[in-house]
């Protein structure tokens, strides 16, 4: 096998390993098992902290919980983006021998959701905006990267079984969605 014949070999099988939605899938599932595994003790520190036995520094794992459900998301949102545009994004790893740029980077989950073809409402969007900063900086750096992106999250105890209950919705949404394909 020539060198070429060997790198086209390469990128088609790296196109099917990014074009796999199962593999997508799983890494959202495995996201949300951290996800589950944190949540007891997220609960306890807020216990602790609403009676006066934790600091608020015991809450700064509130941030990580965040990251790992935005992560989780994401995850969800490229299984069906793969799904959905798999020929354009077969000819985009084909040609480039990279990863599709909708599927690297940004982690802008409402543009997923979007090219994702799931319908979001102002609520959901409201979440992926805040699951958006989480994994863009608030869930990996003590601060933004100006003073322009302080955000105003305010955190809670409440914020657990909200994102419980999104995620649930948006897996549903995507066994639900039609398979359309390009």
Known sequence: MNPREHDTLLRKHFADQVLDSKMWQNSALDLLDAVKALEPVLRKRWSDFAAYKGSIR?????????????????????????????????????????????????????????????????????????????????????????????DSDNYSNHDIDQMKRFVNDLFGQLRRAPEKRE
């Open 58 to 150: 015991s809450l700064m794992i509130h941030k990580t919980f965040l990251l790992l459900v935005a992560l989780t998301v994401e995850n969800f949102l490229k299984s069906r983006i793969v799904r959905y545009k798999r020929r354009s994004l077969r000819d985009e790893i084909l040609k480039t021998g990279k990863l599709p740029t909708i599927l690297r980077g940004n982690h802008n989950l409402l543009a997923y959701a979007e090219s994702a073809k799931l319908p979001v409402s102002n609520e959901h969007r409201r979440i992926l905006s805040r699951l958006t900063r989480a994994v863009k900086w608030s869930g990996r750096y003590p601060s933004p990267s100006s003073y322009e992106r302080i």
